[in-house]
T-cell receptor
Framework: QKEVEQNSGPLSVPEGAIASLNCTYS??????FFWYRQYSGKSPELIMS????GDKEDGRFTAQLNKASQYVSLLIRDSQPSDSATYLC?????????????FGTGTQLKVEL | DAGITQSPRYKITETGRQVTLMCHQT?????MFWYRQDLGHGLRLIYY???????DKGEVPDGYVVSRSKTENFPLTLESATRSQTSVYFC?????????????FGDGTRLSIL
């Protein structure tokens, strides 16, 4: 089983709708969670981080974390065509030599006009 | 604010050649990382460095060499390139490697080995 799992998509949503991106992870203990956006041919760009159970909102983005169920999600409200990208979930946790950031393979989001 | 820059952006070379990818950051971040990104695998850590002259292996280090003589530079060398090393390579940095510290990425180098 992979450490961080995401549905590869594509997830298609109409413009103005809410896009919901999900990520499940393995391992317990101290962990932090990050969402990166990656446009085609570009580098990953940090958009959200979350460390505690619950919701964290930043503009149109909301990250949700449920450690008991081991999932983290990203909601994008009022989706725009410019939100079309691949969204990478990343989990950071301690290993023998320090903290390690593990990425999922990403979910492709398409926002349609 | 230049941030983190990688060069070259694109590189084509042949099997058996040595190739070096450059990474330079202006943030004075302690930690620097090299990842490769391949379809179906996501981002995988090759090597990382905690400070000048301190480097350590990541998940897929075989065939790669790194050095860090200065805090701001972290070059990645493929000593004898193989076709399996065709990939997109990203350099990243973070101020520390604390649990809540995110990593920030350079624009990447697209490497093709023929």
């Amino acid at each position: 089983q992979k450490e961080v799992e995401q549905n590869s998509g594509p997830l298609s949503v109409p413009e103005g709708a809410i896009a919901s991106l999900n990520c499940t992870y393995s391992g317990r203990g101290s962990q932090s969670f990050f969402w990166y956006r990656q446009y085609s041919g570009k580098s990953p760009e940090l958009i959200m981080s979350i460390y505690s159970n619950g919701d964290k909102e930043d503009g149109r983005f909301t990250a949700q974390l449920n450690k008991a169920s081991q999932y983290v999600s990203l909601l994008i409200r009022d989706s725009q065509p410019s939100d079309s990208a691949t969204y990478l979930c990343a989990v950071k946790g301690p290993t023998g030599g320090g903290n390690k950031l593990t990425f999922g393979t990403g979910t492709q989001l398409k926002v349609e006009l | 604010d230049a941030g983190i820059t990688q060069s070259p952006r694109y590189k084509i070379t042949e099997t058996g050649r040595q190739v070096t990818l450059m990474c330079h950051q202006t943030w004075s971040h302690s930690y620097m990382f090299w990842y490769r990104q391949d379809l179906g695998h996501g981002l995988r850590l090759i090597y990382y460095s905690a400070a000048a002259d301190i480097t350590d292996k990541g998940e897929v280090p075989d065939g790669y060499v790194v050095s860090r003589s200065k805090t701001e530079n972290f070059p990645l060398t493929l000593e004898s390139a193989t076709r399996s090393q065709t990939s997109v390579y990203f350099c990243a940095s973070s101020e520390t490697n604390g649990l809540n510290q995110p990593q920030h990425f350079g624009d990447g180098t697209r490497l093709s080995i023929l």
